[in-house]
């Protein structure tokens, strides 16, 4: 019989009253593991209700024994995070040591948040005019929403609930149905490390749940990671509603090769980048833009690399086997055929399939949801494979004659999350730095996601809403300025009384 997982609320498994589940499959063996709840309007009224009613002691405890709780919750997922790695492989399927990466990438952003008293300081001003004095300061919101993707449950939330918490406010996470048991996982965590109550809930579920936070009068706030189109629908709904959001969509990656890079590290950095995690994150690079004279190399040493991958089930590598696998299998039955089918397009409208995964054989887990590597040439900017973003491992190669070229494609796409360029010429990668129009940008690294004390977003139809993840900015998002103007008058000096219906006249 399989487990049922539950929303999280006043530091307690809530089962919640809607009576509707939705199944929980292990990618590599295509088994149900569980039924996870899916709540109605009314459970998640429940959820958020708790979540109100603890958020106004929690931004009123010291920023101190904030910064306490946080520092045990980063102790215990450091210690702990062999078990939230396996909990990762078994419902989304990336291989362990990806798992882990995934957890280490989210801890930074924990660290960070440890030290955010820093950054809550406001300014202060004495004698602005006589006996008036003014400072400003940084308050929480409330309660806020986040909504997190499938592709990487640890880390996504992790991206924002630990600076939401630091910065006092109450947090109600609603993760991916596909693979919810890690949200669960850091709940009990957070309660070990001594949160209180309500601070930290989870809230399991489909659309009718995401409706409900981004409508409830009591979130103030919403941070979201996904598809475009559901980010535009996010972010269209909340702001509706009143509400601060930040919500992040798809991407279509270029990484640039210029005739003078290393082609080893180019090819290297390529595979990694477009078959790490199944293809199935918004960093990952889905287009190869060969300049010049150095494609067909270029093309040859990463078909070499991809036909090396292996493919299998992830949670082999923690159990001892021989060789770790290293490309797990895609999160759904659902999404590996639609990926499949992607590569059918690609095909009929004339792209060359260098490498094609389509017959893959994994290690271990026949009856998962497999899908190799492909790698396509000769790819035009109007075929459905480049236009569309795939989610899955297919690179596609596009060949262009020079530098503007390369840069005009990048420009012309309608997302601009992250790029990269692979180059030894200094001069060309500071000019490529200033020229495209994407967030982040990578120099001889394929993945450019910042370091935590940065900010994590991108540009055009990649983000809806003025402010980026974590860094700073996710500082400013979870909190809201507020200017006190004070006066003390000097008993010794008391002025006359009187009325005065102008301007102060700043004496």
Not at 123 to 129: D, F, K, N
Not at 248 to 270: C, E, Q, R, S
Not at 320 to 327: C, F, H
């Amino acid at each position: 019989m399989s487990r049922t997982i539950a929303h999280w609320a006043a530091g307690q498994i809530f089962e919640g009253s809607s009576g509707r589940t939705a199944d929980v499959t292990n990618p590599a063996t295509g088994a149900v593991s569980g039924q996870v709840a899916l709540a109605s309007v009314q459970d998640a009224e429940a959820v958020i209700a708790g979540a109100a009613a603890a958020a106004q002691g929690w931004a009123r405890t010291s920023i101190a024994r904030r910064t306490q709780v946080l520092f045990a919750f980063r102790e215990l997922l450091n210690a702990r995070r062999e078990e939230l790695a396996a909990i990762i492989t078994a419902e989304h399927g990336k291989v362990h040591s990806d798992a882990l990466g995934e957890i280490a990438r989210g801890q930074e952003v924990v660290e960070f948040a440890c030290g955010v008293g820093h950054l809550l300081k406001g300014g202060h001003s004495e004698q602005v005019s006589t006996g008036v004095d003014v400072r400003s300061k940084r308050d929480p919101l409330g309660v806020v929403g986040i909504i997190s993707p499938f592709n990487f449950p640890a880390m996504v939330p992790m991206w924002f609930f630990p600076i939401a918490i630091a910065t006092g406010n109450a947090v109600v996470l609603k993760p991916s149905e596909k693979d919810p048991s890690s949200s669960l996982w850091l709940a009990e965590l957070w309660k070990e490390a001594g949160l209180p109550d309500g601070v930290f809930n989870v809230l399991q579920g489909d659309k009718e749940a995401v409706d409900a936070l981004l409508d409830s009068p009591r979130i103030a706030s919403i941070s979201f990671v996904g598809s475009t189109p559901i980010a535009e629908y996010v972010y269209e709904r909340a702001s509706k509603a009143g509400k601060r959001v930040q919500a992040l969509g798809g991407a279509k990656n270029h990484m640039v090769v210029l005739p003078d890079a290393d082609l080893d590290l180019a090819a290297d950095a390529a595979v990694n980048a477009g078959f790490g995690s199944a293809g199935e994150r918004c960093m990952a690079i889905s287009v190869l833009v060969a300049v010049g004279s150095v494609a067909d190399e270029l093309v040859a040493r990463v078909a070499d690399r991809t036909r090396t991958v292996q493919i299998g089930d992830g949670s082999a590598e923690a159990t001892g086997a021989q060789r770790e696998v290293d490309m797990g299998p895609l999160v759904t039955r659902a999404h590996r055929d639609k990926v499949a089918s992607y590569i059918d397009a690609g095909e009929r409208e004339g792209a060359k399939v260098v490498v094609d995964g389509r017959g893959a054989q994994a290690r271990g887990g026949q009856d998962g949801f497999w899908l190799g590597p492909t790698l396509f040439d000769h790819v035009r900017p109007e075929m459905e494979i480049y236009r569309e973003e795939i989610f899955g491992p297919v690179l596609s190669v596009v060949r262009v004659e020079t530098y503007a070229e390369a840069v005009e494609l990048i420009n012309a796409n309608p997302y601009g999350n992250g790029t990269a360029i692979f180059t030894n010429d200094g001069g060309a990668a500071r000019r490529f730095e200033a020229d495209v129009h994407v967030g982040m940008i990578g120099v001889n690294v394929p993945i450019p996601v910042p370091a935590a004390y940065y900010s994590f977003g991108g540009w055009k139809r990649s983000l809806f809403g003025d402010t980026h993840a974590y860094g700073v900015e996710g500082v400013h998002f979870f909190t809201r300025g507020k200017v006190v103007t004070s006066r003390w008058i000097d008993p010794a000096n008391r002025p006359e009384g009187g009325l005065e219906l102008g301007f102060p006249r700043n004496v």
